[in-house]
C-alpha cells in the first residue's frame, strides 16, 4: 500500500463527520441510519417473499408481500381503502387529540394539587392498568357506529399514560428552578406556566408516544365491535372470507401509521425540547 | 471617596432563626443586628452550619424569620416582595429549555413586562456581563463561568436595590473564579449596586469586600465585622500585599478559635 492511500484511509477512519461505510465511501450519520433501515426492511420483504412462496403455502394464513401489494392497489383502485384509511385515521386523530389536551390538563391539576392528587391518583392508577378496551362494546352501544364512539374508545384508553407521564414530569422539576422563580416574586400560576409545564414537556411528549400505540390498539378494537368503515373493519372482513392478502394489508398499514406517529412526535420533541439531549447518543 | 460614609440602606435588627429538626429546635440564627451601607461590597465568611446561607435566604424572603426586623429604605421586608432584591444562586439554576436572553429576561417578564421592551434591557445586562453575541446560545453550550455570568446577569435585570449572592463561584476552578472576581468587581462599580455576598472562602472574601462579617456557628451569629481598608480599585496586585494576607489571617483566627473551642467541647 502507497503512502498516500494509506493516509487517505486513516483519515476516513478518523473523521469526525462520518465512518467509512460498508461501501468504502465517507457517509453522514443520516445517510448511514437511512441506510441501516433500508437494507433491514429489504431483509424483511425479501424474506417475507420467499417464506410466502415457499414456506407456508396455504393462502388462508400467509400471503407473500407481492401479493398483499397487489391486493393494496386493487382495494385502491376500488377507492374502498381509502374510506377505510380516512375513517380509522379521523377516529385516531379526534381521539388522541382530546386524549392529549384533556390528559395533559388534568396531568398539570394532579400535580400540583394536592387534593386532586389525593383524591384521583390511585384512580387513575387503577384505570391505567385496567383493560379499557373492554368497555368498547358499551362505547358502541351508547354512541352508535359512527366514529363518535371509535374515537371515545381512542381517547379512554390512551388518555391515562399521558396523564400518568404529564404528573410525573411536573413532579420531576428540579426544586431549584422553582425557587429560582419565586426569588423573582413570581406567582403559584407563573411557577406553573413557566417552570413546571416547560420542563415536563419530554415526559409528556413521551406519554402521548404510548398513547398513540394504545390509541392504534383502540382503534381496531372499537372497529371490531361495530363499524361500517375503518381498516378494523376491512381487515375483519377479509378474515370473514378467508382471504389473508388484504388482512396482512392493514396490519402493514396500521403498523406504517404508527411508525409515521412516532416519528412525527420524536421530530416534534426534538423542536420543542432542543435541550432534552441523550449523551449515550452518538450524533 | 470612602464608600463605607454612604448613607444606611438596610437594618437587620435582633434577627432570630430556628429550624426544628426531630422534635429537636436548632438556633440558625441568634440575635443578628447589621447595617448594610448603600453601595458596599459586603461579604459574609464563617464555617459551615453558621447560618451565613440562611440569613442571605431571609433577606431575600425565600424562607421566613423566626423573629427580629428586616428594614430596607424603612420599609419592612416581608416574604416575597422582591422586586428590590436580586438573589444569584450557587447552582446557576438556568433553566435548559430558554435561551440565554429568555433566561436573563426572566425577572421582568414575571413582572410583566412586554418582552421586547425585557429583552432590551436583558441584552444591556448581559453585554455588561460580557456575553453579547451568546443570546441566542441554550446554557448546556455554555461553560460554568459562562453560565455564572447570565446567573448574575438575570439577578441585575431587574434592577434591584441589593444583589444577594450565595456562594456563585463555589462550583468554579481555580482559575475560572478568580477571574470571576475580578469580573464581578467591575460589574458591582459599573452597576453601582449593593452587594451581600456569601462565601466560606475568606481571600475571596477579603479580595471582594469593603467589610467582612465573620460568622460563627452553633448558634449561628455574627462575630466580628472586619473592614478592609483598600476600598479604591481593586487587582489581582492586592492579593500580594501584605495588607491583604493580614485581613486574611485575622480573619482566619477569629474562625479557627471557634472550631478549637468546637474540638474541645
Redo the contacts between chains.
Keep these: 500500500m502507497s503512502d498516500a492511500v494509506k493516509s487517505t484511509v486513516e483519515e476516513a477512519d478518523g473523521g469526525e463527520e462520518g465512518r467509512t461505510g460498508f461501501f468504502g465511501r465517507n457517509e453522514s450519520p443520516k445517510n448511514r441510519k437511512r441506510r441501516r433501515l433500508i437494507t433491514s426492511l429489504v431483509v424483511i420483504f425479501v424474506g417475507w417473499e420467499l417464506f410466502g412462496r415457499y414456506g407456508i403455502e396455504n393462502r388462508l394464513f400467509f400471503a407473500p408481500i407481492s401479493e398483499i401489494f397487489l391486493s393494496g392497489v386493487d382495494a385502491w383502485a376500488s377507492g374502498e381503502l381509502q374510506g377505510h384509511i380516512s375513517a380509522s385515521f379521523q377516529e385516531l386523530l379526534y381521539g388522541m387529540l382530546l386524549a392529549t389536551g384533556i390528559g395533559i390538563a388534568f396531568g398539570v391539576l394532579i400535580a400540583v394539587n394536592q387534593s386532586v392528587r389525593e383524591h384521583c391518583d390511585p384512580i387513575v392508577s387503577a384505570l391505567y392498568a385496567t383493560p379499557t378496551v373492554a368497555i368498547a362494546p358499551i362505547l358502541i352501544t351508547a354512541f352508535g357506529l359512527g366514529i363518535t364512539s371509535k374515537v371515545a374508545v381512542v381517547f379512554l384508553i390512551a388518555v391515562f399514560p399521558i396523564v400518568i407521564n404529564t404528573t410525573v414530569g411536573i413532579r420531576q422539576t428540579?426544586e431549584?428552578?422553582i425557587?429560582?422563580?419565586?426569588?423573582?416574586?413570581?406567582t403559584r400560576w407563573?411557577v406553573i406556566t413557566?417552570?413546571l409545564v416547560?420542563?415536563s414537556?419530554p415526559f409528556v411528549i413521551a406519554g402521548i408516544r404510548l398513547g398513540v400505540g394504545r390509541g392504534i390498539v383502540g382503534v381496531v378494537v372499537g372497529e371490531l365491535f361495530g363499524a361500517d368503515r375503518g381498516l378494523g373493519i376491512f381487515i375483519f372482513e377479509a378474515g370473514q372470507t378467508f382471504d389473508a392478502a388484504p388482512q396482512f394489508l392493514g396490519i402493514l398499514i396500521l403498523c406504517f401509521a404508527g411508525m409515521t406517529l412516532t416519528g412525527l412526535l420524536q421530530w416534534t420533541e426534538k423542536k420543542m425540547?432542543?435541550?432534552?439531549?441523550f449523551s449515550l447518543d452518538k450524533e | 471617596m470612602n464608600v463605607l460614609e454612604n448613607k444606611v440602606m438596610m437594618e437587620i435588627r435582633g434577627l432570630n432563626k430556628e429550624f426544628t429538626q426531630n422534635d429537636e429546635k436548632l438556633q440558625a440564627l441568634q440575635n443578628v443586628d447589621l447595617d448594610v451601607v448603600e453601595g458596599e461590597f459586603l461579604c459574609l465568611v464563617g464555617p459551615s452550619g453558621c447560618g451565613k446561607t440562611t440569613f442571605l435566604r431571609i433577606v431575600?424572603g425565600?424562607i421566613e424569620k423566626t423573629s427580629g426586623s428586616i428594614e430596607l429604605y424603612g420599609q419592612p421586608i416581608t416574604q416575597?416582595?422582591?422586586?428590590d432584591r436580586g438573589?444569584v444562586?450557587q447552582?446557576d439554576?438556568l433553566?435548559?429549555?430558554?435561551t440565554v436572553i429568555a433566561n436573563t429576561r426572566?425577572?421582568l417578564?414575571?413582572?410583566g413586562m412586554d418582552t421586547n421592551e425585557a429583552d432590551a434591557k436583558a441584552m444591556e445586562m448581559l453585554k455588561l456581563v460580557g456575553l453579547e453575541g451568546f443570546e441566542k446560545s441554550?446554557?448546556?453550550e455554555l461553560s460554568g463561568g459562562m453560565r455564572q455570568r447570565v446567573n448574575l446577569a438575570r439577578a441585575l435585570t431587574?434592577d434591584p436595590k441589593v444583589l444577594l449572592m450565595d456562594e456563585p463561584f463555589a462550583a468554579l476552578d481555580a482559575i475560572t473564579r478568580e477571574a470571576m472576581q475580578t469580573e464581578l468587581l467591575r460589574i458591582w462599580r459599573e452597576a453601582g449596586k449593593t452587594v451581600m455576598f456569601v462565601t466560606h472562602q475568606i481571600d475571596e472574601a477579603v479580595y471582594l469586600a469593603n467589610r467582612v462579617v465573620v460568622m460563627a456557628p452553633r448558634p449561628g451569629r455574627i462575630e466580628k465585622i472586619v473592614t478592609i481598608t483598600e476600598t479604591t480599585v481593586r487587582s489581582e496586585d492586592v492579593k500580594r500585599s501584605p495588607e491583604f494576607h493580614q485581613a486574611v489571617d485575622e480573619i482566619r483566627d477569629i474562625i479557627e478559635s471557634h472550631e478549637r473551642e468546637d474540638i474541645m467541647t
Design positions: 428540579q431549584s428552578f425557587e429560582t422563580a419565586y426569588s423573582f416574586n413570581a407563573q413557566k417552570v416547560p420542563s414537556i425540547a432542543p435541550w432534552h439531549h | 431575600q425565600l416575597r416582595s422582591s422586586a438573589f444562586f447552582q439554576n433553566y435548559p429549555w430558554r426572566l425577572g417578564e414575571l413582572a441554550y446554557p448546556r431587574i
